[in-house]
């Protein structure tokens, strides 16, 4: 099944060169990148093109992830019943690479937690309430948008290993610990395009949502 992995990822680094955040802006005339933080992804865009660029830019780079799984499943649904499921965590996980690390772009891309909100919804359906619950409730109570996606990459794993452990979440026993080590991946990743949110939010001096941005 070694070939099959790599084929997903492939797709799905394939879907993740769309680039939402960056098309959208191009049709206005502005390089995203250029502007806010320099990042491709739906806050800077929210921040600085306005609600409903940051709107299309989410659904878009969500619908990316999910396109890019459901292309996994319907190509290997039968040839692996049981490995399936850990074919469609490459295909989120390519995903997430092609956004945050867009080849036709020098490799500048977003921070995919967009994208890796569809992997969720599209993988483990159990996992998003409660990554929903914690992204809504730090930026609303902190107005730390970054905070919200830290919170969404740590809970994700941690419910991942929960859920296949209680069964709430059913695994194929021979896929299980790969499934472990593919979400801790993801996770991990997330951490490391945040890391300069994180250093922020440790000294105070983290951008709040809706106010000007400190720093580029």
Request: charged share 15%; aromatic share 12%; proline share 2%.
């Amino acid at each position: 099944m070694m070939l099959s992995r790599i084929l997903c990822l492939a797709i799905g680094y394939a879907f993740g060169l769309f680039q939402t955040g960056y098309l959208y802006g191009k049709s206005h005339n502005i390089d995203i990148r250029e502007h806010g933080s320099g990042n491709a992804g739906t806050t800077n865009t929210l921040r600085t093109l306005g609600w409903k660029a940051g709107a299309v830019t989410f659904l878009g780079d969500l619908s990316k992830a999910m396109l890019a799984i459901l292309v996994a499943w319907l190509l290997f649904r039968e040839k692996y019943p049981e490995g399936v499921q850990v074919l469609k965590m490459y295909a989120g996980f390519g995903a997430v690479l092609g956004h945050n690390y867009p080849f036709y772009l020098k490799f500048k891309g977003g921070k995919g937690i967009a994208c890796m909100s569809g992997f969720i919804l599209a993988c483990f359906l159990p996992i998003a309430p409660l990554c929903l619950i914690l992204f809504v409730g730090a930026v609303a109570i902190t107005r730390y948008v970054s905070l919200g996606s830290i919170l969404v990459a740590i809970s994700f794993f941690a419910q991942l290993v929960i859920f296949g452990e209680t069964g709430i979440i059913p695994m194929a026993e021979q896929y299980r610990m790969e499934i472990y080590g593919v979400g801790a991946v993801f996770s991990l990743l997330a951490l490391w395009k945040h890391r300069a949110n994180i250093k922020r939010l440790l000294t105070g001096n983290e951008n709040k949502f809706g106010s000007k941005k400190k720093e580029a």
